[in-house]
DNA sequence: CCTACCGATCGGTAGG
DNA sequence: CCTACCGATCGGTAGG
């Protein structure tokens, strides 16, 4: 699973071959299939793993009691510590569930179309109660998702910035933009 | 080269083969070979071809007379259209680059560099001179790179808005915050 | 541009 | 977990 979250992460699922896989196990690639069912059985396990605790993240926003920007920053935050605890799973999760086929493919779609909606409807409370500027709901939930989404191509945990300086530091550019106050 | 960018773009680079690509044109895989030397090739053009907006942007950025603020809302406007302008140009431009080999994956990583330095020497210089907030200026460029480079996958030219307002929208976010001013 | 094909490599399996 | 292998498919080529 190691092996192949980094594989997947960094070259890609169709680019990783079961022998890239075996070789950094260190077995031949055969031998795999004693403990897995199929290529793609092994990047479905990945991929649902990873998925974990933006899962999480997105019960936080739909029910947690603080007000919106209050759990906008939280979930922002979060966000980033997820990825910085594992930058290839999060990178594996974010390109590659595209290479699951049927069923499993869908439930992925409907997994990310979930986090989505907890962001917008965050920015929806916010933007009626009248903490968050007049915006469009769904251009700011890009916003947010794409800073986020970008996160594991750039951070690195040995890079100029801690993990909780860039989770401030990017929750803070995009609650209060980039010009000055 | 439409046919390739549009499968490359859809599927990835990896698990596009030649025999897709020639039949999505209505010829045989070998033929193509009459036209483009490899597959590698041809990526490397889509590649090269797709990047000229966004140097022609990193020009503007270092050598326009307008103040940051200005020079940067125009780049990230620009930047939206050029991605409206091919969704699956950009995509392959952002995702498949990785898999050029040699000299010409170094010179793809530089003029990706180079896009990222001319956002930073723009915020670095609206930051001196107290028209862009304190800010962590590596902070704020992956900020805005984030935002830029997630437009590709969710906009669509059917979608609720204009492109024009996509590129209001998203530099309005970027530069006033979710929060009311 | 097609016919016909190539060596290499792929995901995966049977049997021990 | 290895040996030994499979059918399929890959990028690419020679010759017409």
Do not use: C
């Amino acid at each position: 699973m190691d092996a192949a979250t980094h594989l997947f992460g960094d070259k890609g699922y169709r680019a990783t071959t079961m022998r890239d896989i075996a070789s950094e196990v260190g077995v031949l690639a055969g031998s795999l299939y004693a403990h897995i069912d199929s290529k793609e059985s092994l990047l479905l396990e990945i991929v649902t793993d990873a998925f974990d605790p933006f899962t999480r993240l997105a019960d936080y926003l739909e029910h947690a009691s603080e007000p919106p920007e209050v759990r906008l920053r939280t979930a922002i935050e979060e966000h980033v510590r997820a990825v910085a605890d594992s930058r290839e799973r999060t990178l594996v999760v974010l390109h590659q569930w595209r290479y699951l086929t049927g069923a499993q493919y869908t439930r992925i779609v409907a997994m990310r179309r979930r986090y989505e909606d907890a962001f917008s409807a965050t920015l929806e409370e916010g933007v009626a109660s009248g903490i968050f500027g007049p915006l469009d709901v769904r251009i700011a939930t890009f916003t947010i998702l794409g800073v986020l989404n970008w996160v594991p191509e750039w951070f690195s945990s040995k890079g100029p910035q801690t993990v909780d300086e860039v989770a401030h530091g990017l929750a803070d550019t995009l609650l209060l933009g980039l010009l000055r106050r």
